[in-house]
């Protein structure tokens, strides 16, 4: 049922960003605008750890940008993107240790942007940026084995973050841009996780409780954490008016509550309308 309710909900923000990206579209039809497929894999670089629960985030998309100016100095954009892997690497607790477990894995991927330029001298720019990015994974069947058991579960994250950031754009030669940026994110991770095993014979004590088997054990596990920590990025833009690609690397850092970073890698391939 949670499974259920929770795709639901997910269908909900896809359709809303759907809906809300088609009426900027025609809303916004007198403004020049760029629709531009993009692709973007981010990973944690190990294990996050929090409050004694460890979870694996990784997140691969392709997808859908919408982008408009709105006058001379102001920019908008919406992403949304959703991603699959049949049978990805995550991780569940089991008796305070961390199981390697596979199973199938959905990602979806919406954001939300503006941008305002703070200066500008020929190809030289000066930008801030304000981004609200909201990711959800769901791996619902998920199987491994502790010790010598093999293991059933199903982990849940939600990673979302609210960036303020300043770049500066710099021209390279004559065919494209090298951007670099940084700032700060405020970010909230909620992982929901449940392993289960059945014990097959004798007795078990668990939670403070004895009973008798065969049964099913479960180990429930939670993370929800909010804080503040930095993000740079660097990217290189070809400087064709018309068809012209975004490629940008970049590093989110989580070390205040979670000692460890997640890098990613985003191209995005833009036409001019």
């Not at 093999?150 to 300043?166: E, H, K, Q, W, Y």
């Not at 833009?237 to 850092?253: G, I």
């Amino acid at each position: 049922m949670v499974n259920v309710e929770k795709k639901y909900k997910n269908s909900r923000k896809l359709l809303f960003c759907c809906i809300l990206s088609m009426s900027l579209g025609q809303s916004l039809s007198a403004f020049e605008f760029e629709v531009s497929p993009f692709a973007l894999y981010e990973q944690g670089q190990e294990n996050i750890y929090i409050d004694g629960v460890r979870t694996k985030y990784g997140l691969g998309v392709v997808g859908a940008a919408v982008e408009t100016d709105l006058g001379d100095d102001f920019n908008i954009r919406t992403r949304i993107g959703y991603g699959y892997h049949p049978s990805a690497d995550l991780s569940l607790t089991v008796q305070e240790r961390s199981v390697s477990v596979t199973g199938p894995v959905a990602g979806i991927y919406l954001e939300g942007s503006i941008n305002y330029r703070l200066w500008e001298n020929l190809d030289y720019s000066i930008t801030s940026e304000l981004t609200y990015i909201t990711r959800n994974v769901d791996a619902p069947d998920l199987v491994g084995i502790a010790g010598s058991r093999p293991i059933t579960g199903s982990a849940v994250n939600d990673f979302d973050t609210l960036d303020l950031s300043v770049a500066s754009q710099i021209p390279i030669g004559e065919l494209a841009f090298l951007k670099i940026s940084g700032g700060l994110s405020q970010w909230n991770l909620k992982t929901s996780a449940t392993a289960l095993y059945t014990q097959a014979t004798g007795t078990l004590t668990h939670s403070g409780f004895t009973v008798s088997c065969p049964c099913t054990v479960t180990y429930p596990k939670e993370i929800d954490t909010t804080s503040i920590d930095p993000i740079v990025g660097i990217s290189i833009s070809s400087k064709n008016p018309h068809h012209n690609f975004d490629l940008e690397f970049y590093n989110r850092s989580l070390e205040s509550k979670a000692g460890t970073r997640i890098v990613g890698i985003e191209l995005e391939y833009k036409f001019k309308f």
